[in-house]
């Protein structure tokens, strides 16, 4: 029993990874807009050394930066726990690179998550935590 408990809760955070990082990413490209209906209000994110607190506050930081284009070059996901609902919180980390306005130079960067299922919503999920570093090369 505990098998199938443990691989249902796999294929959940594997599937909510997968569908975050095909989300999100685009939206940091090119739908800025959107970027706070991402994040829990109270969402705790740390920004290459800058702490923020919730996602408005992350998208008025994010405005400011220049244009970018993030490229994911890797993700993985698992399970935190069941959140007895039929859920679980989900551990993201994610690399890749990055190019931010018209410099040509590329930056790797590492990012990981904590994603926590929405209420009621088995497979809607918002960031609770994140933390974000370019990585110099």
């Not at 940091?28 to 970027?35: F, G, I, P, Q, V």
């Not at 220049?66 to 959140?83: R, W």
Request: proline letters at 4%; aromatic letters at 12%.
């Amino acid at each position: 029993m505990q098998a199938t408990k443990d691989s249902s809760l796999i294929k959940i955070a594997t599937d909510a990874a997968r569908r975050f990082v095909e989300s999100y990413y685009p939206a940091l490209n090119d739908n800025r807009s959107y970027l706070d209906s991402y994040y829990h209000p109270n969402a705790a994110i740390v920004w290459n050394g800058n702490p923020i607190t919730g996602g408005m506050d992350f998208a008025t930081f994010f405005a400011t930066m220049p244009t970018s284009h993030y490229d994911v070059q890797s993700f993985d996901a698992h399970p935190m726990g069941s959140d007895g609902m039929g859920s679980c919180s989900v551990v993201l980390s994610v690399s890749g690179v990055v190019k931010y306005g018209e410099n040509k130079e590329q930056r790797g960067f590492s990012e990981t998550f904590v994603l926590k299922p929405e209420l009621g919503q088995v497979a809607k999920f918002k960031i609770s935590a994140q933390g974000f570093r370019l990585v110099s090369g």
